[in-house]
């Protein structure tokens, strides 16, 4: 019994430990935190406390029995010492239900709509808990030669663990279904944000090449026209694409070609009346 109480002690040690490393006891919605710290932290602790009280509240009237048929004092079964750690047990399981139960309505107010049935089979197992404690406190504390007989008060206590256990199941069943909705949000908005990214991406590829092109596009075309006027061709002309600088200078490069268009064609006409007057 001691050694099968460690290593359920120390698995619940365990369980705690994880459910601080994966920040579970941290989780900032608030029905959640407290699913979680009934799931995952107190019921387990409940349900443990309530096996040792089974099993070494069992033993203790089984041999209270004995001592009875064996014509001895049945109180001598269960010392003071056995009282004691009975009581903490009592004591350990009252205070965690109590935490139990208060967080079970605070789930409740803030997800009625998720939480109806569960809060009212809690409401029902703190009932039969109530029971059960009872019946420990009046034969193994209160009684100084208990009667009771130790299959009748394992039945009765398995019954509330059994009891316990359900609602356990019913609590991480919830507990999962609320974490895998927030999973499906999380990724939601991870797919979301993701795609927002992606435009962002693609509208700055798209003004970056605007810009490129706007640009390379009237310098190309500049030098166009610059090769052509090299090699003679006096009514090549820029092409204005733009009301930017851009534009400003093909405007005025344009110009420029007016005017020295003019004055060669002025010169010509002066060179020709100059030879027809000699």
């Known amino acids: 019994f001691e050694n099968h109480t460690a290593v359920i002690t120390r698995t619940l040690q365990v369980i705690d430990q994880v459910a601080d490393h994966y920040k579970l006891t941290l989780d900032p919605d608030f029905h959640t935190y407290y699913l979680i710290q009934v799931s995952v932290i107190e019921l387990p602790f409940v349900n443990e406390d309530l096996g040792q009280l089974r099993g070494f509240g069992a033993g203790r009237l089984a041999a209270a029995a004995k001592a009875r048929a064996d014509g001895k004092n049945p109180a001598d079964a269960i010392t003071a010492t056995d009282r004691a750690r009975l009581a903490a047990l009592v004591s350990s399981i009252e205070s965690r239900w109590g935490r139990v139960h208060a967080n079970f309505d605070k789930v409740h107010r803030d997800r009625s709509a998720i939480a109806g049935e569960l809060k009212q089979n809690a409401d029902r197992s703190a009932k039969t808990l109530e029971g059960v404690l009872s019946l420990a406190r009046r034969e193994l504390l209160e009684t100084a030669a208990p009667s009771l007989e130790s299959a009748e ?40 944000l993701l795609a927002a990214m992606l435009a962002t991406v693609a509208l700055g590829a798209a003004v970056s090449l605007f810009i490129v092109r706007s640009v390379t596009r009237p310098v190309a075309n500049l030098t166009q026209t610059m090769t052509r006027l090299a090699q003679g061709d006096d009514d090549a002309r820029a092409e204005i ?17 007016d005017e020295r268009v003019a ?6 006409k002066e060179n020709e009346t100059l030879n027809n007057s000699v």
């Not at 019954?159 to 927030?182: C, H, R, Y």
């Not at 694409?241 to 070609?257: C, H, I, K, L, P």
């Not at 004055?263 to 010509?268: C, D, P, Q, T």
Request: proline share 0%.
């Open 153 to 192: 008060y394992f039945r009765q206590v398995t019954a509330t663990i059994d009891e316990k256990l359900k609602l356990t199941d019913e609590s991480l069943a919830l507990t999962q279904s609320e974490l895998d909705a927030k999973v499906a949000d999380l990724r939601r908005a991870q797919a979301w």
């Open 263 to 268: 004055i060669k064609l002025r010169i010509e």
């Open 241 to 257: 694409v733009a009301r930017d600088e851009m534009g400003q200078m093909a405007y005025t490069f344009n110009s420029m070609m």
